[in-house]
Nanobody, 123 residues
Framework: QLQASGGGLVQAGGSLRLSCAASGRTFSSYAMGWFRQAPGKEREIVGSISWSGGNTYYIDSVKGRFTMFRDNAKATVFLQMNSLKPEDTAVYYC??????????????????WGQGTLVTVSS
């Protein structure tokens, strides 16, 4: 029900835009999040966005470089990633939380997960 796409190989300093297309439910009513998991590391939240798109949260390491936005008419959430660094290399997942309309960092609050898309940043 969540389909993430847009990953790929990019050089450091480059940009990628990830997309997360939702289907089957009214995801426009839910907060959405992007997470990532690097090799050998635990999954961490990257950012979260409210149902309306008016509120966002980002972890410190991506602030000023990554931007989340959503198009509820198309049931799609985006993660624009600029100034990419090798340490951004990870599998990126989108997720939806049916328990809140505001951004949340709690992984347990997310009920639906996409399949992941690999982002590789070369130095």
């Amino acid at each position: 029900q969540l389909q993430a796409s847009g990953g790929g190989l990019v050089q450091a300093g480059g940009s990628l835009r990830l997309s997360c297309a939702a289907s089957g439910r009214t995801f426009s009513s839910y907060a959405m999040g992007w997470f990532r998991q690097a090799p050998g590391k635990e999954r961490e939240i990257v950012g979260s966005i409210s149902w309306s798109g008016g509120n966002t949260y980002y972890i410190d390491s991506v602030k000023g470089r990554f931007t989340m936005f959503r198009d509820n008419a198309k049931a799609t959430v985006f993660l624009q990633m600029n100034s990419l660094k090798p340490e951004d290399t990870a599998v990126y997942y989108c997720a939806a939380s049916t328990s809140t309309i505001m951004p949340t960092v709690r992984q347990g609050a997310y009920d639906y997960w996409g399949q992941g898309t690999l982002v590789t940043v070369s130095s």
